[in-house]
């Protein structure tokens, strides 16, 4: 019984692939989360989703889209993979606004 | 000057040792104040959260925050080789939507 749940856990693909990743949390929560980390750690956020309504849209480029079929679930697909794509993807949930949020196990993803 | 500044390390501590990490900020409206622990491989975990100034402790762990300086801490007391994680701070305005991460602190607590 995860909460926050994330597929694939590893992706290796080639440049200009497309891919998507799934996440799915069980936490009830109304808000849900696209975080990328890169090599040094740092946690960027990309988009947040409160019940299935986009609010936080980064400067991100648009390769990158969010989906949001209903509000348990936040997918990602990037189209044309590019080789600075290379991180590591977190999908989080928390209730609207609260401090608290729960990260999934994350999404490695290399682009060669 | 990136909103939220913190020493990404790393930190080599014997076991038993006491831990300050630190961050620092630039916006003033933060108010939510937040410390993740990422263990290698994983998805960071909430260890602690503050609003707005003072003091918060929970076991060995303790948050501190300075809001008339913009630099905020988290002390771990008796440390353990168990603590050897990435520790992120976090930090949000109230009513906002979107948390500003530290690039995060890797610690190394040796036995």
């Known amino acids: 019984d995860t909460a926050v749940s994330q597929t694939p856990k590893y992706l290796v693909t080639q440049m200009g692939n497309d891919k998507s990743i799934k996440c799915e949390q069980n936490?009830?929560?109304?808000?849900m989360y696209w975080y990328k980390q890169d090599s040094k750690k740092f946690l960027k956020i990309m988009f947040s989703?409160?019940?299935?309504?986009?609010?936080i849209n980064e400067t991100v480029p648009n390769r990158f889209s969010p989906k949001s079929p209903d509000k348990a679930h936040l997918n990602l697909h990037i189209n044309s993979l590019e080789l600075g794509d290379s991180a590591v993807y977190f999908c989080?949930?928390?209730?609207?606004?609260?401090?608290?949020?729960?990260f999934g196990q994350g999404t490695r993803l290399t682009v060669v | 000057q990136k909103e939220v500044e913190q020493d990404p390390g790393p930190l080599s501590v014997p076991e038993g040792a006491i831990v300050s990490l630190n961050c620092t900020y630039s916006?003033?409206?933060?108010?939510?104040f937040m410390w993740y622990r990422q263990y290698s491989r994983k998805g960071p975990e909430l260890l602690m959260y503050?609003?707005?100034?003072g003091n918060k402790e929970d076991g060995r762990f303790t948050a501190q925050v300075d809001k008339s300086s913009k630099y905020i801490s988290l002390f771990i007391r008796d440390s353990q080789p168990s603590d050897s994680a990435t520790y992120l701070c976090?930090?949000?305005?109230?009513?906002?939507?979107?948390?500003?991460f530290g690039a995060g602190t890797r610690l190394f607590v040796k036995a």
């Open positions: 989080a949930s928390s209730q609207v606004r609260a401090s608290e949020a729960f």
């Open positions: 936490l009830g929560h109304d808000t």
């Open positions: 916006n003033s409206a933060f108010q939510y």
């Open positions: 989703y409160n019940n299935k309504e986009l609010i």
């Open positions: 976090a930090m949000r305005e109230t009513g906002g939507f979107k948390t500003i």
């Open positions: 503050t609003y707005s100034s």
